[in-house]
């Protein structure tokens, strides 16, 4: 494999969030935080000039980049051939937001939850729908290690003890921690925050099961939303009261009674499964 230079005459496009990573112990610390085994698929986001698809190849894995700047494609492209050629890269161009962009053909065999790896420096406008996207929605990944904005990181670790929707919502379908801040200067050009190395491992849709007898998961875990969305409506108000908007007050009675919760506790103060065993109370 070519050796590969950071920048191979790439102009970053402001656009489309990019910011080429350029740091080799950033590097080696994504690598160690994926717990990548040779037998694996790993789906890379945005691979940009290729920095970490080389570093990826190199631990033995099956790499789908999916990139959506065909200029970077057309460096990948001759950059990684033989891979290519090899089908040990599959590169496609395209959004990963829009539609199936992985399909039993690309890889092999069927992807389906839990039998592939998600590994990228994602652009930081794009975060929020890309855990939405993954974890949410059919098929996940067992594990996610992302390149974040590390005050996005902060808030899904809940760092200052105070949950949110976000969190909440990353902590239904795994366990968040960060890894490793990346310094602005570890990329080119340089954005004006600092990163995070973010690992998300242990995805699954094990927290719903038990919700209901009737329901399939999907429907389940629309139903956990909507009561989380509905206990953080009014920052400023209890939770309680912010779920009498989808509750009976006296049922709410019961459940709070059954969880042993705080009448005046607020929603950032309540933890994950909390909210799972609200879900559960709330038929």
Known sequence: MTEHKPNPGLRAKKSLGQHFLNSPSALKKIIAAAKLSAD?????????????????????????????DARACDVLTGRFSSEISEKRLILKVGDVLEGEMVTANDVGHKIVDGN???????????????LEKFLEYSPRPNRMILLVQKEVAE????????????????????????????????????????????????????????????????????????????????????????????????????????????????????????????TKGIK
């Open 116 to 130: 592939y790896v998600i590994v990228a420096n994602i652009p930081y406008y794009i975060t929020g729908a890309i």
């Open 155 to 278: 808030r899904i670790v809940a760092r200052d003890k105070k949950e949110s929707i976000l969190s909440i919502s990353i902590k239904a379908f795994g366990t968040p921690y960060v890894v490793t801040i990346v310094p602005r200067g570890a990329f080119v050009p340089a954005p004006n925050v600092d990163s995070a190395v973010l690992a998300i491992e242990d995805i699954s849709v094990n927290r719903f099961s038990g919700m209901s007898s009737k329901q399939p998961a999907e429907d389940e875990i629309k139903r956990f939303f909507d009561i989380v969305h509905a206990g953080f409506a009014h920052k400023r108000k209890y939770a309680r009261r912010n779920l009498e908007r989808v509750c009976d007050h006296l049922k709410l009675d019961t459940i709070w009674k059954n969880l042993s919760l705080d009448g005046k506790i607020r929603s950032e103060d309540m933890v994950m499964e909390d909210w799972i065993n609200i």
């Open 40 to 68: 694996e698929v790993v789906l890379e986001i945005g691979p940009g000039t290729g920095i970490l698809t080389e570093a990826l190849l190199k631990t033995g894995v099956k790499v789908i980049a999916i990139e959506k």
